[in-house]
């Protein structure tokens, strides 16, 4: 197979990841490369572990490099999500393919959906669709609809399908083949299959119920010893909920037209967001005050999410590739990665230029937000002093 990318989050990394890796191993990948969230995640939340702790975690697991896709592209839209996570894989010009779970396995399938977003024919379709309050993904998936039928524009209907759209749509002219692997067990936000396997979110809820040894036991050995060890330093898990005074704060000093920078669908949500922040006194109130069917809560709390880190619209670029973590194996690719902006050391970026300079230094302050929502609250400059997890030995 070459060598393998995953782009991912691992919130955290449980047996099905774990088995995607093993899976990619048995069909003779070379090496595997990770593109994962940092801090803050497309759900528009905090990650529940440390980036350093979830890169731990996958090479542990089975991954050889893990490589960091900054919070403006981690914490935004499926689509800009996935551009910044093939992104960062094609500029390190070693990766061949990227293998993605997805409930559908048929790539072809995938691959015409793909191209019917990027055509004249959905985009009029999409245009002449009626507005009757639904939200835009199921508009998006009607017009669809007009295009390839039914059957098709149903592929639209399930996460991991939406990102693998995405994902094709962002790798044509990258030179990398996409390969999609079925997903197995339980799927988002889903209660534990009957396999033992649980989602990343149902581990979340588990955690944040306080109950610690069942989420741990959906989790592979070696992600379960991290967790614990992040657990016991007051590391983790982090919760929005523990920064919601410190998220209002900031939230009520926005002037309305401060709110419609982040409102990137145009249809004024923005509006209802600072009408709730006047009334709601925490964020789960804040959330449902805005919410109608028409607009999905993961989108509000991207919003939400995005102007209180006061979050930029995501370059047309990723300036450099942060390294989080490598074994002998990784390190072997990281020599190979000639002329790549490879950011190794943070006292280093200053030499890949401005554009580098200054998202790292917003990357840090984002960190030092991130602290606030840990158990024990952390000081600032975690960003500047760590350095990437670095392991002996190679899978």
């Known amino acids: 197979m070459g060598v393998v990318g995953i782009i991912c989050e691992y919130n955290p990394l449980h047996m099905g990841h774990a088995g995607m890796l093993r899976l990619l191993r048995q069909q003779g990948a070379e090496a595997i490369v990770c ?28 991954a050889d490099l893990v490589l960091e896709i900054p919070t403006p592209w981690a914490a935004a839209t499926a689509e800009t999500f996935a551009a910044g996570g093939v992104e960062v894989l094609r500029r390190t010009g070693v990766v061949d393919q990227l293998a993605f779970g997805a409930e559908c ?41 007009a295009v390839l039928g039914p059957e098709r524009a149903a592929l639209l209907s399930t996460p991991n399908n939406i990102l693998a759209v ?38 979340r809820e588990l955690l944040r119920a306080g109950k610690t040894e069942e989420a741990l036991a959906y989790l592979p050995p070696a992600a ?11 590391r983790a898990p982090a919760d929005m909920r523990r920064g919601q005074r410190a998220i209002l ?33 925490g964020l789960q109130e804040l959330l449902e005050r805005a919410g109608t069917k028409r607009y999905p809560m ?22 450099y590739l942060r390294l989080l973590g490598a074994n002998e194996t990784g390190r072997r690719l990281l020599r190979r990665m000639k002329g790549a902006p490879v950011l190794t050391k943070a006292a280093d970026v200053a030499a890949l230029g401005a554009p580098a300079a200054e998202l790292f230094r917003q990357e840090s302050a984002w960190s030092d937000q991130y602290a606030l929502l840990c158990p024990q609250v952390l000081p600032c400059g975690e960003d500047w002093r760590t350095t990437p997890i670095l392991l002996s030995g190679e899978k």
């Open 35 to 62: 593109a994962m969230s940092g801090n803050f995640v497309q759900r528009g939340e905090c990650a529940a572990v440390g980036k350093l702790a979830r890169a731990e975690m996958a090479l542990r697991c089975g």
């Open 105 to 145: 396995a048929d790539t072809a399938a995938l691959q015409a959906v793909a191209e019917a977003l990027d055509s004249d024919a959905f985009r009029a379709a999409l245009h002449a669709e009626k507005d009757g309050g639904e939200t835009f993904a199921a508009r998006r998936q009607q017009a669809v609809a």
């Open 224 to 234: 379960a010893q991290i967790l614990r060890r992040e657990m016991d330093a007051g």
């Open 298 to 319: 993961a989108r509000l709390r991207r919003m939400v999410l995005a102007a209180w880190l006061e979050l930029p619209a995501a370059p047309a670029q990723v300036p």
């Open 166 to 203: 995405e994902y094709l749509r962002c790798l044509r002219g990258a030179g990398i083949t996409p390969v999609a692997v079925p997903r197995q067990g339980a799927g988002h936000d889903a209660l534990p299959a009957a396999d033992g396997t649980a989602s990343a979110s149902h581990v």
């Open 249 to 281: 704060a900031r939230l009520r000093r926005m002037e309305e037209e401060e709110w419609a920078r982040y409102d990137g669908g145009g249809e004024g949500l923005y509006h209802r967001l600072y009408q709730a922040v006047r009334e709601a006194t």
